[in-house]
Each structure stands twice: as structure tokens, then as C-alpha cells.
């Protein structure tokens, strides 16, 4: 409704003054405030906020009269009276100079200000007043209260009278009248002579008089309040009669509502108890009460102190109260809180010390409720210290806070849209765009985009609106409109403003005329005809109806009253407009589809057609009266409308089934009557004329019938005009904003499948719910509430010196204006339920299930019904969470729902919960089945806290079994730690994972990087540890030490072995992707593991199957040979042996450079020296050479997870592998340029070059095989790595496993088994694939020796070692544990030329460039 804005503002008064000022009261007009000293009057201009005259009392008189207490402005402004001390009224006349100004607008030569425009002084200029005291009344008596009324002033003084005094002949007009003769009763039914106050010493202590009441609210001095009305025109004792209100006895104060016909009384207690007048009994009806509440303020909530003073802005929309001991707050009408400064950053500094509350001595509203003027007791207490240095101008106690409200508070017409309209004195906040994107067909991508774009800014997420949403929730951010200078500066306040159904134009209506904007154009338009724009005064709002603005308004010029239309394309000028005269006028406009409702004046409404019509240029838009309902038998005064609207709704829910094209004619007429809904809806009881009967434009609308009361304290409606059978609930119901009480929504209910409804189920059915914010806007099929919310930011830390501590930054916040959002849907689903309408709730629930956030309406239901319920301390008779746990599981987020909602409650509920909504165990079970894993690990946690370890490690052993199937890797990683912290709970009290929450990723981390420690430590210590045999019999170091300090406990087994019964899967299935997968994402130690497994799960049975398995796998081709190479020069293997082998060492050099920096080692010597190794001795690099320790860490762990983290998400991986693709394509064209001039190669040598080259795997499947080849290698597992060097058609690999084959004590059955499924291979190649011949044929050399090592296997002690001192080393398949660094490489080549060594100087080179970016990114990777 209204939020403030920014800093207050201090004022600057030019005069000395060594006086506080006490008293501020702005004059009916609100272009004017008198400012009260003790011995002083000053007046001040509103806009620019300007001293005009003072007026100082003379000392003599000062102290006949005593200081000035009060002040009260004749309803013309040209009289101000002041009451003083000593019991004397002071009448000061205002005559204005004419045309004298004090103050005057300069512009700069040549601006297109010019100053012949009509009323241009009146608006634009302060000014020049003079005041005289016309009239001194002594009434000798201590006047209380002073009070304007009509053309009278009343004034209460403290002997028991009041006063009637005519403004003009003061003297003659005096009447006096004793309150002790004034009879008060409850009601005005009881006997005309009420009991009379009876007491002596009664007096009026504060009043107010209310001109739609016609009678005026008192508080007496003994804390009681009433009502005291005049029962005829004449103003004497015996024709007037009080009523009292019975409960309360401590008022302090009074404001009264005029609008909503409301009197507001502050108690002695904080509170403010608001009152209304019974109509038919007279009595004073208690409404609602104003108060902090302990659960918002609990340190302040009572220690405020007695409310001090009360007041209601200029709208009649909010009411500010303030107390004694301080504080600002702002309620709406019917009492939802706004603001309130006595908490968080109004209350607390930075640094969380407390600050003194603002004490309020005297408070009024600027024009149209934009300032609010405060006197300011705090600071005017000690004037001196605060008076500037020069002495030129001294601030004094008034601030002026500032305000933003919403268009809703003065142009109600603006319900019926989706967007969110606030208007400051100068500036428009739109939340423009957000509705209009998925709704409207009209709107054309163009205009979607731009709105994006400017909206989000350069920052923001661009994916906001694919949920196919209507609003953008993701910013709180307001598209701010400045309003137009030159418009604003002759029409200053802002009254009106409105917005179309996109959003995409906006409309102000100032004093005079009214000017609009469009956000795609980013442009203004107002009147050319500036004496047009000063002509017309909007009156009854404006409203948009398409590309037209649609307003009424008073023509000053022929003193008539129109309805005008105007085209938004066209110029702004009358004669582009539609104008029709009206005969009263117009107080409220709205339009509902084709057709303007107005209500006048004279308590009628009327309704027309509007019709666009095409003629000429322009279109235009003709106007046509359609009915009139006179409204004055059920309306005491039109003022009291607060708005009025046309609906479709209609109570009979059941013609709309049968006729479904009349459920968007205009059914109804909705009245907002000061708080209370009446509906007038058209009567269909008489006989029905049919459309196709009479001419539409003769037809005869139907009559209304008689208003029926919908709905009390209504601040706020809400209907739309458009139609969606799929959610038919939410479009065609009715929407009310409540002040305190929350919203409520007429909801129609209908019957299933078309069934005939029950005859005693009614239409429809009022809804009440909560929300926490201050609804401005009801998106219908998004089930959403938009608001506002005031936020603050306090700079008080800028100002640290002492002197500072005056400055306004320190001693208030900086008040912003955030967009705010709030879901409704479960509110009323849950309504539903409570009233057994559970089919209902099902219709609207499916009929919500896209919505995005619709499992978090379910979450919140269950959420809030459990809290309530398991926490009541009396049992429930009929609790309502069965109902809603059943209703949850009619839809397939049941189990997700559930869990969500249990983790976010308290365990000390879990057992209320899980009795209605059933075993969690059982739920387990039914996640499993779903294949919804990650619900099934939450529902784990609550095993956990619910069963003993026994039952939670069963269950989780069945969800990690299920997680590794399916290559859940994170979830695999969760369930580790989760076994573990189950196994070490068993002995420990405390369990090692939190019960509630669910292990985050950022614990795996630190587990997995303990982990790579443990590696490297554990390679130095097998180094000296394990001989040959003990390293081939036993389980690998590492992974016994994986638990570091517990790794004895019987868990860390359990968990091992369910890890290697998985890896003997995958190996058995050849499933070698998914194992290296499975090996990086869980840190499992595949070569120790390999070790073990070498003669059992890692032999490879069918060597044929597994070569085709990898193929498929690894997205490999299949090698062809064309039909041209039959004849070709290359069957000699000439080819084969020059560019194919350096084409292929060059590549297996890079790979393994490229792995290198890849494991993201930073330490450069080392890799030099890796480097430096590659051009050594040929027989160095045929058998394996010795890889140093440190090797092992860098290779195992953070190597296999990058080549491993498989899939797109893996971004670390995916991007250094873009640079290893270019290097090496790069590298491999260099390469083969550089021979292409050796060797002049014929165009079928070029055909088969291509052919070598396209017959390659995707570049990533190459680098994991070369992985899985060092691994295998590493192992030990020889038959592998044979089938990978086929895959690869890589001699160099068979060679070196050849050769190791010969050097080491290898056994025979492994020898035995290579030569069987070369074999076998062979012969497939023969029949099924020959691209395999000829590579076949360049290794049947070492397949011969590969049969003599096979025969000699049966006499082993012919086996004699090549280099004696290496045989461990080398047969040990876990070799690289006990090398030493002095030489790196396992690079299997046969030789190295020298475009080879060049090409590795320069990788060497971006090896050393490139590592410190590696290591950074391995961390991201592991985590």
C-alpha cells in the first residue's frame, strides 16, 4: 500500500529561532502547512518545501495569552485559529498578495518553458502571504481540543464545555454546550434519555468530527470513548446524543476515517482500537485493533507506552500511529502492519547497539500522502548545538519522510490486472513485463525480448522464464519510470496513474490533463496543446482498454462533465479524441472487457459499450450508453465507494455448464462500500430473451437484482476477465485482500465429470487464508500474490566521528522498495480439505500440477499442518493430517514430498508424521522400486535416526548396490561415508554424519583428498615393505590403509568388498568405460586391485568378444581396407613401417605428454628430467622403464579422474581436453607434412593416409584407452593391454608387452592364453574383419617369439633375466611403487626420429605453461 522511501528530509529554518516547534498541521488543500512555536506562527510552502511568513507574538501579549498549543485551518485556507495556554483562541486572516510571489521557477535562455501558459504562477511560484490577527476569544477555560467542522469551528475546553464558534461572526454565532447534559447510551435504540455523564469533572480530552458519520468521535479525560451525533441540523444540548463504547477505558487519542466511516482510538496500553457506527442499532461496533504482536517485536511489544497520536493519509488508505516513547508505524485500513520503526535497522546500528526511538510531538500528511511532516521531539529539545556555523539558515525538529504507495489506493480500476503499479511523488516502479510474456497472444516476440533485456540487466540469469512462467521471481528489482519534467512541474501532485494489460504503457494524471509513456519506445507523450491539458481535470481515474486510454474528467472550459477516449498512437490532442457527455460526476471508472462502468456522484452507475472502429487514419473508439442502476437507496453518501467493478462471476455455477459462452459476459457488479462487498448480479428469474432473437444493439439488458453483502473489511478485489478450462477454479473465482485478517477467495465449486451437483453443495464458497505480505496483485492461473516489501540498508558506518552523529544517515536507514512474491495455492487446498471438499481440492490440485513450484505447495501443506498438530498441547478430535497425507499420495511427488518435509521439521514431529503417512522403511522400499534414488538416500537419514544401525545398514547397502548399477557416482560417494559413519557410530556415542542434514559434497572432498595423501604415503612405505611375492599374494596397500586411522574396522572391509564385487562385474561384463568411470568418481585403486584379480576376474576369456565390446564401448571404428589398396604399393608394408609408424609413435609421445600435464604436477624438474629421458636408449624404452614413486600419486588418483569424469558436465575435463585435441591434430598434420616432402606419396597413398586417419576413435576415447593401458600395463594385466594395442593398432604396445613377456618371470598360463586369443583373433580377422590383416601381419614377428616363449615356458630354469638387477622391478606388476625417478617414461615406441624430439620440446614447453592452471582445476574435478 504505501512504503517509504530513501532518507527523511530535515528542514532548514531561515530564521532565528531559539523556540521548539510543537505543532504541524497542513491546510485542507494540502499546498500549505503552519508550523506552531511557543510564541510563533509560521507558514510554509509544501512544494518546494519553503518558509512564506512568520508571524512573532509581541512579549507583552506573549505572556497575557500563554504559549500556543494548537492550530486549526478553515476549510478555505484563508483563516487559521490558535489556541493557547491561558484559554484564548488567536484568528489569524491569510490575504494573499496577488500576484506577488516570494519564489519563481528560473530556466535557462532558449528552454521550452514559457511563462504565458495559463495558471503558470499559481503552480509553478511560492506564494506571498501576509498574516493578520483578525480576533482574539477568551473562552477561560484550558482549551483541549480544537476541531474544524463544516463552517464552524468546536472547540472542547477542560471545564466541561463546548464550543460552536462561526468562523465568521465569531461573537454572535457562540453557543456553549455542558457536556453533563449531553445523554450518552450504548445504542441510539435505548430510551432517548440516555444516562448522563454524571460526573463533574468530565471534559473532551481529543475529537475529531467525521462528515460521513455526521457526528464526531471523543475521547474524555477519564479514558472512556464515544460518539456524539446531532439527532437534527440543530447543533444545541438538547439535540445531541452520545453512544459509548463499552470496552474501552484508556483512550488517549482519536483519528477518524472519513472513507471507510472508521474512528480509530489509541489506548494506554500501545493498542489502537478501531470502531465503526452499527447502522440499524446506532452503536459503536468494534472492527479490528492495531498491535505489535510479541512474536514480530518481543523486546518492545509492550514498552511502548501509551499511543500518542493518530493519523490518517490524505487517501484514507493507511494510518500512521506513534507512541510515547517513539516510533513510526503504518497500517492499512483494516490493519495489516506496513512499517514499523521500533525494530531491526530503525531500532539497532550497525554494530548492534540500540538507538533512541524517533519521539513524534506533532505529525501531518502532505499532499496526496506522498510527505508525511513529523516534528521531531528528540533533536528540538536542544536547538543550540544544532545551529550552523555561519548562522545562515538553522535546521529545527521537522522532517519530511517520504512515500511511494500503490496506483490500487487511488485508482481501483487497476485490480483487474496482473501487474504491480507504484506511484511516487515523481517516478513510476513498474514490475513491467512480467505477466505479459506467456499470456498474451498479442504480444510479439520482439517486445518479450526487449522487456527481457532491460528488465534483467547485463548480469542476470537469462533462463528465468523457461519454466513458462508468468512472472520473473529471480529479480526483486522495479523498472523505474521518471515522470516528465515539463508535465510535472505544471501539475504536480501525481494523482492517478494506470498500466495496460501487457505492461508495456503506463498513464499519470497530475492536477490538470494527464500525459502517458510507453516502455518500448522509452518515450513520453504529452498535450501539444498546452491550454487543452490545463482544460481538463480527471476526476473519476483513468483505465486503459487496448491501445486506448479511457478516463473521465471535468471540463473546465464549458463546466461539463465527459467521458473521454484517446488514442495512444496518435497525437495527444482533443481533436484525436472521443468525448461524450455525462450528466454527473464521475467518482470511480473501470472497464471490463468492451464495456466502462462508472459510478456518479449521485449514487448511480452506468454502463457503456466501447467499440473500436477503423475509419479514416486512425482508429477510434465510439461510446454507447447500455444501462443505469441507480445505487442511492443502498449507498448513504458516494464518497463511501471505495470501488466499483464489473465481474463475470455469478453465484449459479450451473448455467456456466450448460452456456459456457456466457461465463465471460459482465454477470455482476462488485461495490466496495466502505470496507463492505456488495454484489448486484443481473436476474436471470424472468423470462430469457434469446440473443439470436432481436437485434444486439436493441437488446434489452437484464435488470439487476437486490445487493447481497459478500464479504466485511475489504480493502482490495481482484477478477480477471479471461478464461482457461483447465483452471477454471482459480480464473473464475473472486479475490479479496483483508487488511489483518488476510485475503479470502470465493471459490466456485463444481461438480466432477458434469455429474448433477448435490443439492446441498453450494455454488461457491468464501475462503480465508493468510498471507505475509501485503498482496498488490494476484497472478490467477500462477496461483501467485505479488507485492512490496520495505527493506533497509544501514550506512551509519560511513559516519564514525562524533560530530556525525546528528546526520539523518546515521540516526535512520536507507529504505528501499523490494518486489515480493508469495504462493497461495496450499492455503486453500488445505481450506478445502478442512471442510471435507477433498474432490474439490483434487480438481484444483491437478489442474496446478505443471506449476513448477506445485511440490513445494504440497511440502508447505504437509509442513504446516504437522507443526500445528504435533505441537498442540490439546488433543485434536478430528486431526487433519491423515486427510492430507492421503490427499499427497494421489499424486507422484508422494515420497518426495514426504521426506522433503520430514528433514525440514524437527525429529522430535518424525513419529506424528510417519503414523499418518506410513513406515519409512516401507517408503524405502517404494523410492527403490521407482528408481528415484536420491529420495530413497534422504528416507536413509531417517532410518538412521529412527532404527538401529542394523536396519540402516542394511538398507543402505541396498541402495549403494543399486547406485553403482546405475553409475550414481555423488550418491556412491554419500553412501561410503554413510556406511562408514553407520560402522563407526556402533562403537563411538555420537554418529559421525549430522542426523538431519544430508552429507554435503563438500565432506566427500575432503575424504577423497585425505585419500590421495594416504597413496603417496603408501607407495613410500611399500617401497621397502613388500617384496615380489608378498605383492602378488596380498591386497594392496592403499586400500587397506584407505580409512587412515580405523583401517581395521570390519566397515572399511564391508565397503571394499562391495567395491570389488562390483569391479569383478564390470571386468566380467567387459564393461571397461564404466570401470574406469567407477575407478575415478569413487577413488577405487584399480592396479592393486588388477594385481590381485590378474590370473581370475582380469583375464580376458574371448578375446574376439572383448575387441568388439570395446569397439562398441569406445564409439571405436572398425579398421576397412579399400578396394584401391588391393594393388596399391602399400601391401609391401612400406607404408607401414615409414609414415604410419612415425604417425603413430608421434601420437602415443603426445598422449603421454598430454597425460602428464594433466595430472596437474607443477614440479617442472621433475617433469624435464620425464622429458629428457624420451631420446634415451632404445633398450630402455622397449622394456618398461622405472617410474619414480611420486609418479604414482600423480597418476592414479588425479589422472584417472580426469580422464574418467565422464559425460558433459564435466567441465574441467571437456576443456583441457579441447587443447589436447588441437595440439595433437596439429601436431599429427606437421608430422605428416614433413614426410609428405621426403616421400612423394601418390594420390592412393593419400587415400590410404586419410583412411588411417578417419578409421581413429572420438580423441577422448583415445585418451581413456591409453589410460586403461597404463593401468593394465601397471598391473600387470598383459592379455588387456594386448587387446587395447589392437584396438589402438599400435605395434609399439605389442612390442613392449612382448618383450616383458621375455624378461620377466611371467606366468605361462597367462602366455598360454595371449597366444590362444591372438589366435582366435586372427581368425576372426580372416573371415569377419579384415582391416585387421594388415596390422596383423606387421606384429606376426612377435607373435612368433610370443610361440617360442610358450614352449620354453615348460622349462623354466632356461629363463634368464636381461638385466638382473631390474627383474623385480619388472615382473612386479605393481612395479611403480619401488622405482626410482631418475626416468619416467613408459612410453611404448620403437624409435624415436627427430621430428619426434622437436614435437616433444614443445610439449614440453606447454606442459610447463600449462600446469599450474591443471592443478587448480584437479581440485574442482575430485570435489
Known sequence: ????????????????????????????????????????????????????????????????????????????????????????????????????????????????????????KEEQCAPSLNLEMKKVLDLQASITSLQSMLEDLLVATADGFLHLIHWDGMTNGRKAINLCTVPFSVDLQSSRAGSLLGFEDVYIRDMEYCATLDGFAVVFNDGRVGFITPMSSRFTAEQLHGVWAQDVIDGTCVAVNNKYRLMAFGCANGSVQVYTIDTTTGAMQFSHKLELTPKQYPDIWNKTGPVKLIRWSPDSCVVMVTWECGGLSLWSVFGAQLICTLGGDFAYQ????KKDPLKICSMTWGSEGYHL????????????????????????????????????????????????????????????????????????????????????????????????????????????????????????PIRFSAIDKLGQNVAVVGKFGFAHYSLLTKKWKLFGNITQEQTMMVTGGLAWWNDFIVLACYNLNDHQEELRIYLRTSNLDN?????????????????????????????????????????????????????EVSMSRYIPHPFLVVSVTLTSVRTETGITLKMPQQACEAESIMLNLAGQLIMLQRDRSGPQIRDKDSNPNQRKHLPFCAPVVLAQSVENVWTTCRINKQK??????????????????????????????????????????????????????????????????????????????????????????????????????????????????????????????????????????????????????????????????????????????????????????????????DLFEECLMAQDLDTAASYLIILQNMEVPAVSRQHATLLFNT?????????????????????????????????????????????????????????????SKFNLTKTLSMPSGPSQKRWSKDSDCAENMYIDMMLWRHARRLLEEIKLKDLGCFAAQLGFELIGWLCKERARAARVEDFVCALKKLHKDFLWPFPVIPASSINSPFKNGKYKTAVGEQLLKSQSADTFVNMEMDTGIS?????????????????????????????????????????????????????????????????????VDENFSSLSLTQSELEQLSLELASKGPHKSQVQLRYLLHIFMEAGCLDWCVVIGLILRESSVINQVFSIMQSSDIDGEICQNIKTGLDAVDKWASTDCPGYKPFLSIIKPQIQKLNEIVEEQVQP???????????????????????????????????????????????????????????????????
Open 1 to 120: 500500500m504505501y512504503f517509504l522511501s530513501g532518507w527523511p528530509k530535515r528542514l532548514l529554518c531561515p530564521l532565528e529561532s531559539l523556540e521548539r516547534p510543537l505543532h504541524i498541521q497542513t491546510d485542507p488543500q494540502r499546498a500549505f502547512f503552519a508550523v506552531l512555536f511557543p510564541s510563533q506562527l509560521s507558514i510554509w510552502y509544501c512544494r518546494p518545501s519553503v518558509l512564506i511568513v512568520s508571524y512573532k507574538e509581541l512579549s507583552k501579549a506573549a505572556s497575557q495569552f500563554g504559549p500556543y498549543k494548537q492550530a486549526e485551518w478553515r476549510p478555505d485556507s484563508t483563516m487559521i485559529a490558535v489556541s493557547t495556554a491561558n484559554g484564548y483562541i488567536l484568528f489569524f486572516e491569510i490575504p494573499s498578495a496577488r500576484d506577488k510571489y516570494l519564489y519563481e521557477p528560473v530556466y535557462p535562455k532558449g528552454s521550452p518553458h514559457l511563462k504565458g501558459t495559463p495558471h503558470y
Open 963 to 1023: 547406485a553403482l548399477e546405475q553409475g550414481k557416482w555423488d550418491l556412491c560417494r554419500h553412501m561410503i561415508r554413510f556406511l562408514k559413519a553407520i560402522g563407526s557410530g556402533e562403537t563411538e556415542t555420537p554418529p559421525a554424519t549430522p542426523t538431519t542434514q544430508e552429507p554435503s559434497s563438500s565432506g566427500g572432498f575432503e575424504f577423497f583428498r585425505h585419500r590421495s595423501i594416504s597413496l603417496s604415503q603408501s607407495a613410500e612405505n611399500l617401497h
Open 575 to 627: 481533436a484525436f479524441a472521443h468525448i461524450t457527455k455525462v450528466q454527473a460526476n464521475t467518482l470511480l471508472l473501470s472497464v471490463f472487457r468492451d464495456i466502462v462502468i462508472l459510478f456518479r456522484a449521485d449514487c448511480s452507475i452506468c454502463l457503456y459499450s466501447i467499440e473500436r472502429s477503423s475509419e479514416g487514419l486512425n482508429p477510434t473508439a465510439s461510446i454507447q450508453i447500455l444501462q
Open 1163 to 1231: 614440479n617442472t624438474p621433475r617433469s624435464r628430467s620425464w622429458l629428457g629421458t624420451i631420446s634415451s636408449s632404445q633398450r630402455e624404452i622397449d622394456t618398461v622403464s622405472s617410474h619414480g614413486p611420486h609418479m604414482q600419486d600423480a597418476f592414479l588418483s588425479p589422472l584417472l579422474s580426469k580422464v574418467f569424469l565422464i559425460g558433459d558436465e564435466c567441465s574441467i575435463g571437456s576443456a583441457t581436453d579441447l587443447t589436447e585435441t588441437s595440439s595433437m591434430v596439429d601436431g599429427d598434420w606437421t608430422i
Open 373 to 492: 511532516w513529523v516534528i521531531d521531539g528528540n533533536s528540538s529539545s536542544n536547538m543550540k548545538p544544532e545551529r550552523n556555523a555561519n548562522n545562515e539558515a538553522q535546521q529545527f525538529g521537522i522532517l519530511q519522510f517520504q512515500f511511494i504507495k500503490s496506483a490500487l489506493t487511488v485508482n481501483p480500476c487497476m485490480s483487474n490486472q496482473e501487474q504491480v503499479l507504484l506511484q511516487g511523488e515523481d517516478r513510476l516502479y513498474l514490475n513491467c513485463g512480467d505477466a505479459a510474456q506467456t499470456q498474451s497472444p498479442r504480444n510479439t516476440l520482439a517486445h518479450s525480448e526487449h522487456n527481457h533485456s532491460r528488465e534483467r540487466g547485463p548480469f542476470s540469469d537469462g533462463g528465468l522464464d523457461s519454466q513458462g512462467l508468468s512472472t520473473l521471481l529471480g529479480h526483486r528489482h522495479w523498472h523505474v519510470v521518471q515522470i516528465h519534467s515539463t508535465y510535472l512541474e505544471s501539475n504536480w
Open 350 to 353: 550497525s554494530d548492534g547497539a
Open 728 to 921: 477454471r477454479h482459480l480464473l473464475e473465482a473472486l479475490w479479496l485482500s483483508c487488511g489483518g485478517a488476510g485475503m479470502k477467495v470465493w471459490l466456485p465449486l463444481f461438480p466432477r465429470d458434469h455429474r448433477k451437483p448435490h443439492s446441498f453443495l453450494s455454488r461457491r464458497i468464501m475462503l480465508p487464508f493468510h498471507i505475509n505480505i501485503y498482496p498488490l496483485a494476484v497472478l490467477f492461473e500462477d496461483a501467485l500474490v505479488l507485492g512490496a516489501v520495505n527493506d533497509t540498508v544501514l550506512y551509519d558506518c560511513l559516519y564514525t566521528q562524533t560530530s556525525a552523529r546528528e546526520h539523518l544517515e546515521v540516526l535512520f536507514p536507507f529504505s528501499i522498495v523490494e518486489r515480493t512474491s508469495q504462493i497461495y495455492l496450499h492455503h486453500i487446498l488445505r481450506q478445502l480439505l478442512v471442510r471435507n471438499l477433498g474432490e474439490q481440492a483434487l480438481l484444483l490440485a491437478h489442474s496446478c500440477a505443471t506449476l513448477p513450484y506445485f511440490p513445494h505447495v504440497l511440502e508447505l501443506m504437509l509442513h504446516e499442518v504437522l507443526e500445528e498438530e504435533a505441537t498442540s498441547r490439546e488433543p485434536i478430535p478430528d486431526p487433519l493430517l491423515p486427510t492430507v497425507a492421503k490427499f499427497i499420495t494421489e499424486f507422484p511427488l508422494f515420497l518426495q514430498t514426504v521426506v522433503h518435509c520430514a528433514r525440514k521439521t524437527e525429529y522430535a514431529l518424525w513419529n506424528y508424521l510417519f503414523a499418518a503417512v506410513g513406515n519409512p522403511k
Open 1357 to 1423: 630354469e632356461v629363463f634368464q633375466p636381461v638385466i638382473p638387477s631390474k627383474v623385480p622391478e619388472q615382473a612386479n606388476p605393481r612395479a611403480e611403487e619401488s622405482r626410482t625417478s631418475s626416468s619416467h617414461s613408459t612410453n611404448p615406441q620403437s624409435d624415436a626420429g627427430s621430428s619426434n624430439a622437436s614435437r616433444h620440446e614443445e610439449d614440453k614447453a606447454k606442459t610447463e605453461d600449462e600446469d599450474s592452471f591443471q592443478e587448480g582445476s584437479y581440485d574442482c574435478v575430485v570435489s
